[in-house]
């Protein structure tokens, strides 16, 4: 059937003539023969695509590392205060006068680190301290106790024979 009769829909259509017969048929170009007649690869993918994506993760990295800087600054500043009145590793001063023989009992300097933490806002239990026999320059004294239901060491420096300290709470 050559001819296409309009009462038919289904009869097929006609295939268009080639003019330079059927060895010049359109093939796509990954198949087309070669004069070897080894296949030749197609054409290069579109540039384009690849740099897009690059971009686009590039960007994502970048907002990655922005995260990551803020949230380790945010934890390094803010994470020194921890809100529960210790300072967290801030350290802090003060001075508590020695007894006349040049030493400190612990319940005076246990009073004296629950009254430190609660200026700092802290709610300061059980806080105990050994005696300490002298108070001067380079003498330390450990104390323990808990600072809003967290257990903590205060580890107190004394910088002179008058009683000044650094209190740090770890």
């Known amino acids: 059937m050559t001819d296409h009769d309009p009462r038919a829909p289904w009869a097929p259509h006609p295939a268009p003539l080639d003019p330079y017969g059927p060895s010049h048929a359109y093939l796509p170009p ?3 023969p070669s004069p070897t007649g080894v296949p030749q690869p197609g054409p290069a993918p579109d540039g384009r695509r690849l740099a897009i994506t690059g971009v686009v993760l590039g960007g994502l990295a970048l907002l990655g590392v922005l995260l990551l800087g803020v949230y380790a600054l945010t934890s390094t500043f803010v ?3 921890d809100g529960d009145g210790s300072g967290g590793s ?3 001063r003060g001075t508590i006068a020695p007894s006349a023989g040049a030493g400190l009992d612990g319940p005076a300097l246990a009073a004296e680190i629950a009254r430190q933490v609660r200026d700092e806002g802290g709610d300061p239990e059980n806080v105990t301290c050994p005696a300490t026999a002298q108070v001067a320059q380079d003498v330390t004294t450990v104390c323990h106790g808990d600072v809003d239901g967290d ?3 205060f580890v107190v420096f004394f910088e002179d024979a008058k009683g000044d300290y650094t209190l740090l709470p770890i």
């Open 79 to 81: 994470g020194s205060d």
């Open 30 to 32: 990954a198949y087309t």
């Open 90 to 92: 801030t350290p802090i």
């Open 151 to 153: 257990e903590y060491a």
